[in-house]
């Protein structure tokens, strides 16, 4: 998967055992040098809840490169702050990711 890019939405809460194994492919993923953008959308967002249980993956996604990016309507509505490396917080969340599948060779998985 070399060269490849992966748009990822996470649009429910993280917290379920197929989530688990989401986050355990994309480890996979970005091992193989795959261009990562996560789209944190909705209950999303509680992936980068500071104390998560996903906290360790997230860093070990975040030191290989992959960037995550939230809404900042869904953080605020949460009361979550942006404390991750890596996490991007935009106002227009929807429209960079339809940016990005419009791109050529971008392939999107949403969940």
């Known amino acids: 998967m070399s060269n490849s890019h992966i748009a990822v939405a996470l649009t429910h809460s993280p917290y379920s055992g197929e ?3 989401l986050f355990r492919l994309l480890v996979l993923w970005a091992d193989q ?3 990562l953008r996560i789209y944190l959308m909705g209950n999303g967002v509680l992936a980068v809840k500071e ?14 490169g992959v960037v995550f990016l939230a809404d900042k309507k869904e953080l605020n509505a949460r009361g979550l702050r942006s404390t991750f490396r890596n996490l991007r917080v935009t106002d227009n969340l929807v429209s960079e990711f339809v ?11 949403v969940i």
Do not use: F, H, N, Y
């Open 19 to 21: 989530r688990e194994g």
């Open 33 to 35: 040098s795959v261009e």
């Open 51 to 64: 104390g998560s249980q996903l906290e360790d993956v997230i860093s070990e996604l975040t030191q290989k």
């Open 99 to 109: 940016d990005d599948l419009m791109k050529e060779d971008w392939k999107a998985l």
